[in-house]
């Protein structure tokens, strides 16, 4: 099995794993976007948290009420106009950059296409999907805005890799965050680590690091979307890698008891419903191997945010797409792993920051 070659694709090269967007023009306006983001997001992000929940404070003191649902507290703090600013320009400055860079890949939609058709017949590693899936409808929301989300666009995961090159404001340039997940990711405490499973692997970002980490385990990436697992199944021949990739959803998957030593999940839980979160708790127990582990790395609970954290929480979520995060946020993680029969390593807030929320199945 060969390699592909994308000299003819892309003309431009690429950024770290990345393919470049096709013009200069065309990155150039999405490093501005990127950097307007970014001074937005980091510069602005606790002011306008604070002015927002002094809105709320004084909506509680004048009615004895607090507005706790993201439509209540959207139709009262937007009336500040700050806030109202703030979010129109963070809105439109992520709808400008999903536009500019699917028109961008677009000018070679076919031969793009052409790559991963070929790339589904190619290694190393391999990829799986069902061209008739039908998906639940929590699969098929517009995610971060993003026309399509994971699962409405032939090329969405092509567009998803450049768009989350700015959402994380350069924090994921190479894969360099997700690599880190990788690298703190927990081992089962024997040592032992034959075979690992990203579930929602998107791109295939983690799943990569997963291999790098280690090179002498059967790795796995399993997602819902298959646009999203062919796209990482292409990217990752692009770094030589041997990762398997399969369309599934993480809620019900295709292996057998007790198959793997490490299961992980990164940013998934906040865009399941809570509902599905306890399915998919339940199958990954179901699919390690007793004295196997799983990690979850995924947003704070609501109980160790700060107020203002919690308000542009429901803020973002209400207004990036991401109507799940609400009830992720504010449902009790630690104590859903419990249930479904983990045992934690710990219960510290500050631990999980470090080390993701770290289950393992008893022996």
């Not at 004048?62 to 700050?82: F, Q, Y």
């Not at 075979?195 to 295939?204: F, L, P, T």
Request: glycine share 10%.
């Amino acid at each position: 099995m060969g390699h592909i070659e994308t000299k003819s694709l892309l003309t431009r090269g690429f950024n770290g794993n990345t393919p470049e967007l096709l013009n200069r023009a065309d990155e150039a306006y999405c490093d501005f976007v990127s950097g307007a983001r970014n001074l937005l997001m980091y510069a602005q992000f606790q002011n306008i948290g604070k002015l927002g929940e002094a809105e709320l404070d004084q909506a509680a003191k004048a009615t004895g009420h607090r507005p706790n649902s993201p439509d209540a507290i959207k139709a009262l703090v937007m009336k500040v106009p700050e806030v109202a600013t703030y979010f129109r320009v963070k809105r439109t400055l992520q709808e400008s950059y999903w536009r500019r860079i699917a028109e961008s890949y677009g000018l070679k939609q076919r031969e793009f296409e052409q790559a991963l058709a070929e790339a589904d017949q190619m290694g190393p590693g391999s990829v799986t999907y069902d061209p008739n899936f039908v998906y639940p409808a929590y699969a098929t929301i517009d995610i971060h805005v993003q026309p399509g989300g994971y699962t409405g666009q032939r090329l969405g995961a092509l567009t998803y890799d450049y768009g989350t090159k700015i959402f994380f404001g350069g924090a994921g340039d190479a894969d360099s965050l997700h690599h880190s997940m990788a690298e703190k990711t927990s081992a089962p405490k024997d040592g032992v680590v034959k075979r690992v499973m990203e579930i929602g692997c998107s791109i295939g970002q983690m799943a990569c690091g997963l291999k790098k980490r280690f090179p002498n385990a059967e790795v796995w990436g399993t997602d819902i979307g298959a646009p999203m697992v062919r796209y990482a199944h292409w990217r990752t021949i692009q770094q030589g890698l041997d990762v398997l990739y399969a369309q599934m959803p993480a809620e019900d998957l295709d292996f057998p008891d007790n198959h793997f030593d490490i299961v992980t999940a990164h940013l998934l839980f906040h865009e399941i419903p809570v509902p599905v979160i306890k399915r998919i708790l339940a199958e990954a127990k179901r699919v390690l191997r007793p004295g196997g582990v799983f990690v979850l790395w995924d947003f704070f609970s609501a109980k160790n945010r700060s107020g203002a954290t919690n308000f542009m929480g429901l803020m973002d979520a209400s207004d990036n797409g991401e109507p799940f995060a609400p009830g992720f946020v504010n449902c009790d993680v630690e104590a859903l792993m419990e249930q479904a029969g983990f045992k934690l390593r710990s219960h510290d807030p500050q631990e999980l920051g470090r080390t993701g929320r770290v289950g393992d199945k008893p022996i």
